[in-house]
């Protein structure tokens, strides 16, 4: 069972289809050091290998917090540009599998999600907030830049001009103004609870599926409108060879629901 695991920095709880990872460190805002990282990781690759877990919610012990960002205290330990760059690599890792997952992820935002806090979230599919949430990179003001894929990431998902405004300002962004530019989907007042109503909708639908709309997605963002549209048509064939493809068809044509089995 996932969550009988034993980790310092997260937890994971698993209902049936649903895992929730949570990042937990009191008395620092969930700030991510290089323990938590590497635990996100392990535990990540875990909750992909177990075949019952069909969306991950990720998510920040508290009220106050879903993540402040990499842990400062650490950057005192950071002294050449090797140091600083293999931090960066190491970090952008972390968020890439998590990008990478086959399975749909959903990054449940309460509180502060600052630097690299935000940087986890925008590394899943969908953000939901609790109205409570504030999101920035306010890297800038620490002399830095993101360095766990948000100048990527938060462009491509917003717009170079939003996301050169809130990197350049360092500003914090409330869960209304965020919802209004399209960096969160969902602002709730209970972010977990409606992170929970998201991945039901999602569990509702063909698992190949989704992991396929998600790799057209993910590579279609880097490359032409015409390379995408072949890499869509690619990911289409490989769905109209699954059973799961024949059994939709079928439960609509006869008015039943489907039943699934992700082949
Ligand atoms: N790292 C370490 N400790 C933190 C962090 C953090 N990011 N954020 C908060 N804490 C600690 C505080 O030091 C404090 O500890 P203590 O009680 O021992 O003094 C405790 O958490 C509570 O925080 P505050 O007392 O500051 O709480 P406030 O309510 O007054 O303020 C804020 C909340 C506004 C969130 C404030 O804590 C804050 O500004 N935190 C830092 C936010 C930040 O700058 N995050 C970005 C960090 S940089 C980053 O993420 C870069 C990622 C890419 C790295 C690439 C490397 C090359």
Same mark, same amino acid.
């Given at each position: 069972q996932l969550d009988e695991l034993e980790f310092n920095t997260v937890q994971i709880d698993q209902h049936g289809p649903i895992a929730v990872l949570t990042i937990s460190r009191p008395g620092a805002l969930n700030a991510l050091n290089a323990e938590t990282l590497s635990e996100i990781a392990r535990a990540v690759d875990l909750i992909v290998e177990d075949a019952e877990v069909g969306v991950l919610i990720i998510t920040g012990a508290g009220e106050k917090a879903f993540v402040a960002g990499a842990d400062i205290s650490e950057f005192t330990q950071v002294q050449s540009v090797y140091d600083g760059r293999e931090l960066a690599l190491s970090g952008q890792d972390v968020m890439s599998r998590i990008a990478g997952l086959p399975i749909p992820t959903i990054a449940a935002v309460n509180g502060y999600a600052l630097g690299g806090g935000l940087e986890l979230a925008l590394a899943c599919d969908v953000r939901v907030a609790a109205g409570t949430a504030r999101l920035g990179l306010p890297e800038v003001g620490l002399g /830095? /830049?993101? %360095?766990? %894929?948000g100048t990527q990431r938060l462009a491509r998902l917003i717009g170079a001009g939003r996301a050169l405004d809130m990197m350049l300002t360092a500003r914090q962004v409330p869960a209304e103004e965020a919802l209004g530019m399209g960096l969160v989907n969902y602002v709730a007042d209970d972010a977990l609870t409606r992170a929970r109503e998201v991945a039901e909708l999602m569990l509702r639908n063909a698992p190949i599926a989704l992991s396929l709309v998600k790799e057209a997605v993910r590579r279609g963002l880097d490359t032409s409108l015409e390379a995408g549209l072949e890499i869509e048509a690619d990911m289409f064939g490989l769905a109209t060879a699954t059973a799961d493809f024949k059994e939709g068809v079928d439960a609509f044509l006869n008015k039943r629901r489907p039943a699934f089995q992700g082949e």
């Amino acid at each position: 069972q996932l969550d009988e695991l034993e980790f310092n920095t997260v937890q994971i709880d698993q209902h049936g289809p649903i895992a929730v990872l949570t990042i937990s460190r009191p008395g620092a805002l969930n700030a991510l050091n290089a323990e938590t990282l590497s635990e996100i990781a392990r535990a990540v690759d875990l909750i992909v290998e177990d075949a019952e877990v069909g969306v991950l919610i990720i998510t920040g012990a508290g009220e106050k917090a879903f993540v402040a960002g990499a842990d400062i205290s650490e950057f005192t330990q950071v002294q050449s540009v090797y140091d600083g760059r293999e931090l960066a690599l190491s970090g952008q890792d972390v968020m890439s599998r998590i990008a990478g997952l086959p399975i749909p992820t959903i990054a449940a935002v309460n509180g502060y999600a600052l630097g690299g806090g935000l940087e986890l979230a925008l590394a899943c599919d969908v953000r939901v907030a609790a109205g409570t949430a504030r999101l920035g990179l306010p890297e800038v003001g620490l002399g /830095l /830049l993101p %360095g766990f %894929g948000g100048t990527q990431r938060l462009a491509r998902l917003i717009g170079a001009g939003r996301a050169l405004d809130m990197m350049l300002t360092a500003r914090q962004v409330p869960a209304e103004e965020a919802l209004g530019m399209g960096l969160v989907n969902y602002v709730a007042d209970d972010a977990l609870t409606r992170a929970r109503e998201v991945a039901e909708l999602m569990l509702r639908n063909a698992p190949i599926a989704l992991s396929l709309v998600k790799e057209a997605v993910r590579r279609g963002l880097d490359t032409s409108l015409e390379a995408g549209l072949e890499i869509e048509a690619d990911m289409f064939g490989l769905a109209t060879a699954t059973a799961d493809f024949k059994e939709g068809v079928d439960a609509f044509l006869n008015k039943r629901r489907p039943a699934f089995q992700g082949e």
